[in-house]
């Protein structure tokens, strides 16, 4: 009574196996060649100066939403304030919750960085804690 359940069960796994190269022969092969060496083209680029001392400044603070990076950043504020009395500092993760987000394009990105312009920062300073 098994036996040609068992035989059926083989008829039936051995005729699925065989026509998957055939439906593969139906369809044409596409490849994307890459280069396995990683080379990267790297283009020149001038590095902002250096501040020599933040006294009348403006910093911004940028958190992405990551768990306790708005944590760090509430301490630094705290300790820039005792130190550096005189810099001004804006936690844009307060000001405006639409940029406390892990930027998901090129698009979201610049929008990001268009409003922490606005801020008329000298520095901004970002965490991406997790």
């Known amino acids: 009574m098994f ?25 044409p092969q596409e490849w994307t060649l890459v280069n396995p060496a990683g080379a990267v083209e790297v283009a020149a680029v001038d590095p902002a100066p250096r501040l020599t001392s933040l006294d009348g400044k403006t910093v911004v603070l ?10 760090f950043l509430d301490r630094l504020a705290e300790l820039m304030a005792k130190r550096l009395p005189k810099t001004k500092v804006i936690k844009s993760y307060e000001l405006d919750k639409s940029l406390n987000a892990i930027s998901g394009s090129d698009k979201e990105s610049q929008r990001i960085a268009k409003v922490i312009l606005g801020m008329k920062p000298d520095l901004v300073i970002a965490a991406q804690c997790d």
């Open 3 to 27: 036996r040609p359940l068992k035989t059926l069960a083989l008829t039936a796994l051995a005729a699925l196996c065989a026509s998957a190269p055939a439906l593969a022969a139906e369809q």
């Open 62 to 71: 940028r958190w992405n939403s990551k768990n306790n990076g708005n944590v």
